[in-house]
T-cell receptor, first 114, second 113 residues
Framework: DTAVSQTPKYLVTQMGNDKSIKCEQNLGHDTMYWYKQDSKKFLKIMFSYNNKELIINETVPNRFSPKSPDKAHLNLHINSLELGDSAVYFC?????????????FGPGTRLTVT | GENVEQHPSTLSVQEGDSAVIKCTYSDSASNYFPWYKQELGKGPQLIIDIRSNVGEKKDQRIAVTLNKTAKHFSLHITETQPEDSAVYFCAPSEETSGSRLTFGEGTQLTVNP
């Protein structure tokens, strides 16, 4: 029973392409997140959605666009990929906004831009 | 915003020894202090947390101690085992900041058998 799942696990693509990463949680949580982890393991929040509504939008290029079709899904679409976008992207969820509450992370998507 | 520093950045111990990782933060309003463990190829997982009304919390071989005056908290792992090898992150936060966690830079712990 996977709590937070992401697809694909690996994504290799060329500069300039557009790609999407999908995330689903079956925990019944209200809040979902996207994090970026760079090659030095630094983990930084990108976006947070609460019940399909955007609540955190860090200084992320507008080439990154999250979409939440329902509270169990949060997808990340990236336009015009650049070399610097290469990283591991983690989706996470928590029971609700506020708290703070424990965040449950997915297994990550390793994006490599060549 | 919160400035978070972890020390050391890497730690190598022999199996059975203890390991201590320290997290220093800047925001005196912080009142929630979690530690996450990230195993190779996986996402981070909460292993222990403490709130500011408590000075210490223990869960089997792991413990967290908090010094609010000095603005630091530490993760203690006793009787280390090879499966404790991972990257550990602290993420101090303040309750009114809601779900926003500011992660430290991580500490790579290696337990040598």
């Amino acid at each position: 029973d996977t709590a937070v799942s992401q697809t694909p696990k690996y994504l290799v693509t060329q500069m300039g392409n557009d790609k999407s990463i999908k995330c689903e949680q079956n925990l019944g949580h209200d809040t979902m997140y996207w994090y970026k982890q760079d090659s030095k393991k630094f983990l930084k929040i990108m976006f947070s959605y609460n019940n399909k509504e955007l609540i955190i939008n860090e200084t992320v290029p507008n080439r990154f666009s999250p979409k939440s079709p329902d509270k169990a899904h949060l997808n990340l679409h990236i336009n015009s990929l650049e070399l610097g976008d290469s990283a591991v992207y983690f989706c996470a969820s928590s029971v609700r906004e506020g708290g703070p509450y424990e965040q449950y992370f997915g297994p990550g998507t390793r994006l490599t831009v060549t | 915003g919160e400035n978070v520093e972890q020390h050391p950045s890497t730690l190598s111990v022999q199996e059975g020894d203890s390991a201590v990782i320290k997290c220093t933060y800047s925001d005196s309003a912080s009142n929630y202090f979690p530690w996450y463990k990230q195993e190779l190829g996986k996402g981070p997982q909460l292993i222990i947390d403490i709130r500011s009304n408590v000075g210490e919390k223990k869960d089997q071989r792991i413990a967290v101690t908090l010094n609010k005056t000095a603005k630091h908290f530490s993760l203690h792992i006793t009787e280390t085992q090879p499966e404790d090898s991972a990257v550990y992150f602290c993420a101090p936060s303040e309750e009114t900041s809601g779900s926003r966690l500011t992660f430290g830079e991580g500490t790579q712990l290696t337990v040598n058998p």
